[in-house]
């Protein structure tokens, strides 16, 4: 499985964007990138994925290199809500497990 | 809105006692997994279930540790005797294989074994 690295911790100014970095250098080419956060006692919560194009949504957007060799989640406006450790995980889109790293621990402050 | 259920939310047990830990995964979802949660270990993946067949449960320890699905509705994990180190908080999520693979993950059980 390719492996991830992210920082340990960020912080961001509540109103700014934060932007998560994640480095996947032994990405294969059938392999997603997928983020995931989890708000302290819950479950982990699904934010995005994608395979080489940027993807946004309601929540955030995905800037994936054109190597694909990183990625970075752009929440455009943070809030203290979205204080939360964060995931980056590859895998393959069908099968394979997710393996959850130790992640990045976004403070949010006001 | 649809989620995945998790059953108890909260159990204190003394080692030696068995414990059973039940999830109610999201009606038509085909994949379930178990996951442990520890400050130290982080997010660990326990077993992996594909319409309710055991894929991967490398990661569970095996004299102690059982998963099953006895049905599409109920996947249970169960650990016999329990020990102090199993203390943990414990996820269930469940996802749709053939979709984009994205996981609902249920609140957990918090384990703590005295």
């Known amino acids: 499985d390719a492996k991830t690295t992210q920082p340990p911790s960020m912080d961001c100014a509540e109103g700014r964007a934060a932007n998560l970095p994640c480095n996947h250098s032994t990405i294969s080419g059938n392999e997603y990138v997928y983020w995931y956060r989890q708000i302290h006692s819950q479950g982990p919560q699904y934010i995005i994925h994608g395979l080489k194009n940027n993807e946004t949504n309601e929540m955030a957007s995905l800037i994936i290199t054109e190597d694909r060799k990183s990625s970075t989640l752009i929440l455009p406006h943070a809030t203290l809500r979205d204080t939360a450790v964060y995931y980056c995980?590859?895998?393959?889109?069908?099968?394979?497990?997710?393996?959850f790293g130790p992640g990045t621990r976004l403070s949010v402050l006001p | 809105d649809a989620r995945v259920t998790q059953t108890p939310r909260h159990k204190v047990t003394e080692m030696g006692q068995e414990v059973t830990m039940r999830c109610q995964p999201i009606l038509g979802h085909n994949t379930v997994f178990w996951y442990r949660q520890t400050m130290m270990q982080g997010l660990e993946l326990l077993a992996y279930f594909r319409n309710r067949a055991p894929l991967d449960d490398s990661g569970m320890p095996k004299d102690r540790f059982s998963a099953e699905m006895p049905d599409a509705t109920l996947a249970t994990l169960k650990i016999q005797p329990s020990e102090p180190r199993d203390s943990a908080v414990y996820f269930c999520a469940s996802g749709l294989v053939q979709t984009n693979g994205e996981l609902f993950f249920g609140e957990g059980s918090r384990l703590t074994v005295l």
């Open positions: 995980i590859v895998k393959r889109n069908y099968g394979q497990n997710f393996v």
